[in-house]
């Protein structure tokens, strides 16, 4: 939503808000660029960048995990190669090809240094490509909007998306209202 | 607003962060999620024992589980470089039990 409210002005509004299009994933961190702080990460974004990195996971129960992250995903869920696992005391070792690592038994990753140097340089990277892909999505909507207006079908359009909001509002309407009359008599043939 | 106490004026300060564990780690801030996963760079353990000073542990660059942290503490870098580390003694913090 913020990112395409941005895309319907200019150019120059499209450059300065490309960068808070593509941390729309929270609106805190776009309001902190905004203030000029300018290198908030987000700690999944830091882990995406550091896929083929090695690593180490300690788990909430204390053993730890050594191996080259394959990849991850939102729920910090992770899937590691070459692993070497450690006890929680430290006198066991095992070793596994791979592992797979839910989120959630995770305290904390450790990454090496040079990760954040390079979400860094994507940050400034992405930007570029965010716009681009956003502007085609939206000028080939617009495309289609403004063909329907110049072809005359302007009102048409409207008044047939209007009709078929309507439709739909009230295909919906009437679908919930059978559906919990239905429910309704059900529970009523249930009492009787 | 939501955002003046969220964790957006610590960026790129030192924090202290107090974890489940009972761990006391000091870091720079680079980010933060919704959940309070942190981004911790430059990031050392501060380990306290009764015997000996605070012993400092390198730790390198950090991403900290939000569920495993108790606390975030702004850390006043002038005040703390004044501190003598090396003589102060104090109990460790114990885990949270749940």
């Not at chain 1, 995406?48 to 909430?60: C, I, N």
């Not at chain 2, 870091?27 to 050392?44: K, M, P, S, W, Y």
């Not at chain 2, 006043?76 to 114990?94: G, I, M, R, W």
Request: net charge positive; charged share 25%.
């Amino acid at each position: 939503m913020h990112g395409r409210a941005h895309f319907r002005f200019g150019a120059a509004v499209v450059d300065s808000c490309a960068f808070c299009s593509f941390r729309m994933l929270s609106k805190r961190a776009s309001v902190s660029l905004i203030a000029g702080t300018g290198s908030l990460q987000l700690p999944l974004s830091l882990l995406k960048t550091a896929q083929g990195h090695p690593m180490l996971v300690e788990l909430k129960n204390g053993e730890t995990y050594n191996g080259h992250l394959v990849n991850c995903d939102t729920w910090m869920n992770i899937h590691l190669r070459e692993v070497i696992c450690t006890s929680k005391d430290g006198d066991r070792f095992w070793r596994m090809p791979e592992c797979y690592i839910r989120g959630n038994t995770i305290k904390y990753l450790r990454v090496p240094d040079e990760v954040i140097d390079k979400v860094q340089e994507e940050t400034v990277k992405r930007p570029d490509r965010r716009p681009q892909i956003g502007g085609r999505g939206r000028s080939r909507g617009r495309g289609d909007d403004s063909a329907g207006r110049t072809g005359g079908r302007g009102g048409r359009g409207y008044q047939e998306e209007g009709g078929d909001r309507g439709g739909r509002g009230a295909a919906r309407g009437t679908s919930r209202v059978s559906g919990r009359g239905g429910g309704g008599r059900g529970g009523s043939r249930g009492r009787g | 607003m939501a955002s003046d106490i969220g964790l957006d004026s610590l960026i790129d300060q030192t924090i202290s962060v107090i974890t489940n564990d009972g761990r006391n780690i000091v870091g720079v801030l680079r980010g933060f999620d919704q959940a309070t996963n942190l981004i911790l760079d430059e990031c050392h353990e501060r380990v306290y024992s009764t015997k000996a000073g605070v012993e400092q542990l390198v730790l390198g660059l950090y991403i900290i589980r939000g569920d495993n942290i108790g606390v975030v503490g702004e850390l006043d870098e002038e005040l703390d470089s004044n501190l003598n580390l090396s003589s102060l003694c104090a109990h460790p913090l114990k885990p949270v039990v749940h």
